[in-house]
């Protein structure tokens, strides 16, 4: 199972950090990524990091603002972001899966419940 928390509301410029804790399991074999869905929106790709480590993100934009990462020890994965814009509001999802495109969501077998994440003008 997977719990995302973290989430909450902040002003435009501000920085939040996910957390997706894994439990039953161990994901360390499993590549890891977040998503998210807003409002009226389909469910879209932000990040993902491989089981070795290596981490690809949605957009350069992402890529520059938020960081993927994990820690093997807690079967953590956290997605730090800054510079948060109003368009990043959305109710983010942790998931787990080991085949497949990592930027595809059918790729994923484990999904977190989401957390929701409001950013604010």
């Known amino acids: 199972q997977l719990q995302a928390s973290g989430g909450g509301l902040v002003q435009a410029g501000g920085s939040l950090r996910l957390s997706c804790a894994a439990s039953?399991?161990?994901?360390?074999?499993?590549?890891m990524a977040w998503f998210r869905q807003a409002p009226g929106k389909e469910r879209e790709f932000v990040a993902a990091?491989?089981?070795?480590?290596?981490?690809?993100h949605s957009t350069d934009s992402m890529a520059g603002r938020f960081t993927i990462s994990r820690d093997y020890a807690k079967n953590t994965v956290y997605l730090q972001m800054n510079s948060l814009k109003p368009e990043d509001t959305a109710v983010y999802y942790c998931?787990?899966?080991?085949?497949?495109?990592?930027?595809?969501?059918?790729?994923?077998?484990?999904w977190g419940q989401g957390t929701q994440v409001t950013v604010s003008s």
């Open positions: 998931a787990a899966g080991n085949v497949g495109g990592l930027s595809w969501s059918r790729s994923y077998d484990y």
């Open positions: 990091i491989t089981w070795r480590g290596g981490t690809t």
């Open positions: 039953g399991r161990t994901f360390s074999s499993y590549n």
